[in-house]
């Protein structure tokens, strides 16, 4: 090498100290940016038996005490088994509501306020037995610490009975 292309140790020294501090910005930000969606709490989605387990079956979604289940959440519920999801009753009407074969979407068009409770019951066929499952899907940017985002109805034979979560 002549000695216009040798790299002296000065050069290289320079180098690392200002590769150093940029490195510690980049490993920063992912953390910065993780913390900033809204958290609504302990939101509920629970399945409920209905009246002796053959009528009116279906899901509560409780908002958290501190915070509104965001307008945009969705609820879906699903009929397995011989269930046919033929339509919802709301309690209150601040969704949107789209049956499909099995299933049934809600879409809230409005916030659930802090602390209330939206029912949403079925209308099924009879049958001997079946399933629903429902999950809710909140909005992007929203998150729900210790919340629970999935139940389910199981409907047995009459000596079985009806459980929900």
Sequence with gaps: MTSQQKVS???IAKGAAWSVPVVAVAAAAPAASASTGTDIGAVALNGVCGLLGTVNQGFTLAASATAPVPAGSVVTITGSGLASVTAINLSNQIANVTIGTNSATIVLSQDLPAGQTLSMTTLLSISVSFDLNGSLTLPTGY???????????NVGLPIVGCSAN
């Excluded at 998150?143 to 109805?153: C, D, F, M, N, R």
């Design 143 to 153: 998150s729900a610490t210790g919340g629970k985002l999935t139940g389910s109805v």
């Design 9 to 11: 140790r000065r050069t």
